[in-house]
């Protein structure tokens, strides 16, 4: 019932306003105007500028590690190693 009464309202709003359902051909070259500049922008923009193709290798230091140990006095060792 419900639906039935939307799209009866649907339709009633479609018949009174006929110009709201149709478009224009000027409205719809300005449409695909405005679009197609948008597109370019943001294409451009996504895209970033142009690069030669060139890496930068960042080289690191070694790691260094540290351990360090504990016995106590039953004889058990205990270690704990750090990485830097």
């Not at 006929?18 to 449409?31: N, V, W």
């Not at 996504?46 to 890496?55: H, I, L, R």
């Amino acid at each position: 019932m419900r639906s039935s009464i939307i799209g009866l309202a649907a339709m009633a709003a479609l018949f009174a306003l006929p110009e709201i359902a149709s478009a224009t051909d000027a409205g719809a070259a300005a449409g695909a105007t405005t679009g197609a500049v948008a597109g370019a922008v943001v294409g451009g923009a996504t895209s970033g500028p142009n690069t030669t193709g060139t890496v930068i290798v960042e080289e690191r230091p070694p790691a260094t590690r540290e351990q360090t140990c504990i016995q106590d006095s039953l004889g058990n060792r205990t270690c704990k190693e750090v990485v830097r």
